[in-house]
């Protein structure tokens, strides 16, 4: 049998007490240092019977320096919740006890902050592997090397093959299988991996981007965003679960004051006028009025108005966020707020019809007072149906023809006026 070599790291167990010396802490946050953040509340901002688990996420960042601006993103690194690591540990038979120092054989690159030396088999699982992740084409071919079994290198090397790709999209990818599962079909290979040659079957997983629901400005040495919890269901029994949000909302009031969140700021995709007397209209139906709470709570510090949010979900007693703080901004003419309950009615009405009913209002906005227009939230049907809306108003009220609508529109994009942060 052909013998796997393996490639990037170096697993030394120093469960026996040797000496390690670990590098000084760096204070740069970033993707390889992250601040080590306190997470202050974690508050369900949707009704306990409602379909939909949202959270408004609070972290205090007093004493990191870091500074953020509306429109920002926040980058979250996740860790795998117990129940998980507890069924892989057991699963590839790991000694979870075990010290460890993990280094680099490529001495240019540097290890990321979570493996910092020394560390347990536990806390590598815990905190590197994405082992809720769906497995690459790669990784059945590299699980062949493990396995004693003659049928499971048969089925491994098929997925691998390029004949072999329809029956991978069925096996894995429509149903989006992860590694533990493929793992629990393949016992044998899952039973042969030594622990370091687990840094090439499965990579490091990837932080999670959510944009800051929060001012600076307002709320001093917080930084707050707002995440649905991801559960949905495919063709196999387990539901699949979002890493990031299941694992931030595992965290019980009782507990979090023991929690330090990973993270570091990043500029996001929206861009705020320079002039501060220019007005903006802001769509952002569901969480996706997020950076548009942060943005709204900046300009109303700052005594600017003509702010102006499309704001939409399925019910106004179930799933309007930040009502109250809106009824405020209302109160104080800070704020024009227009709202799309799709699901309190017989028919259903969302953002984009609301816009249409706004006609004059939009169109005065971004033509005659050269505002700007932000559209935020999933990238499914929402943006494309907003779209329809202003090019319709464009018509209505700009009297242009299509062919001058569509190159309005790109002059929008080119300068700025029309922006988008969507995501899928």
């Given at each position: 049998m052909e013998v796997y070599q393996k490639k990037e790291h170096i697993v030394k167990d120093i469960s026996n007490g040797t000496k390690y010396d670990a590098e000084k802490d760096r204070t740069s946050w970033s993707k390889m240092h992250p601040f080590q953040a306190q997470m202050m509340s974690i508050d369900r901002v949707t009704d306990e019977d409602h379909w939909q688990d949202v959270r408004l996420i609070k972290f205090d960042i007093s004493g990191s320096n870091i500074s953020y601006t509306p429109g920002d993103v926040v980058m979250i690194q996740p860790e795998n919740i117990e129940s998980v690591v507890d069924e892989f540990i057991q699963l590839l038979n790991l000694d979870e006890n075990k010290i460890l120092v993990i280094s680099k054989q490529d001495k240019d690159t540097t290890l990321p902050s979570c493996l910092k030396n020394p560390i347990s088999t536990r806390e590598v699982v815990r905190k590197y592997f994405d082992i809720q992740g769906v497995p690459k084409r790669y990784f059945f071919e590299l699980l062949s090397f493990f396995t004693t079994s003659e049928m499971e290198r048969e089925k491994l090397l098929e997925f691998a093959s390029a004949e072999g790709q329809e029956e991978l999209y069925g096996y894995c990818y429509r149903s989006k299988r992860n590694y533990l599962e493929v793992f629990q079909d393949f016992p044998n290979a899952a039973a042969n991996i030594p622990l370091g040659y687990l840094f090439d079957l499965i990579p490091g997983m990837k932080p999670r981007a959510f944009s800051i629901a929060s001012a600076p400005s307002v709320h001093h040495n917080q930084l707050h965003i707002l995440m649905a919890v991801v559960n949905y269901k495919t063709n196999l029994h387990r539901p699949r679960l979002g890493v990031c949000s299941n694992w931030l909302a595992s965290f019980k009031e009782s507990d979090i004051k023991n929690k330090k969140i990973r993270l570091w700021v990043t500029k996001g995709s929206i861009n705020l006028p320079k002039d501060p007397d220019t007005p903006i209209v802001m769509v952002g139906p569901g969480t996706g009025v997020a950076p548009f709470r942060s943005i709204i709570q900046e300009r109303a510090s700052k005594d600017q108005r003509g702010n102006v949010l499309f704001f939409g979900s399925r019910s106004k007693k179930k799933d309007f966020f930040f009502k109250e703080e809106w009824d405020e901004l209302c109160a104080a003419n800070h704020l024009k707020l227009f709202t799309a309950f799709s699901r309190d009615q017989g028919h259903k009405i969302y953002v984009q019809h609301r816009i249409k009913e706004c006609?004059?209002?939009?169109?005065?906005?971004?033509?005659?007072?050269?505002?700007?227009?932000?559209?935020?939230?999933?990238?499914?049907?929402?943006?494309?149906?907003?779209?329809?809306?202003?090019?319709?108003?464009?018509?209505?009220?700009?009297?242009?023809?299509?062919?001058?609508t569509e190159q309005y529109f790109k002059k929008l994009d080119a300068t700025r006026h029309l922006q988008y942060e969507t995501w899928s």
């Open positions: 006609s004059q209002l939009v169109w005065d906005v971004m033509e005659m007072q050269k505002g700007y227009f932000y559209i935020a939230g999933n990238a499914k049907d929402m943006p494309a149906a907003v779209m329809e809306s202003l090019k319709d108003i464009a018509k209505q009220c700009g009297k242009l023809s299509d062919e001058e």
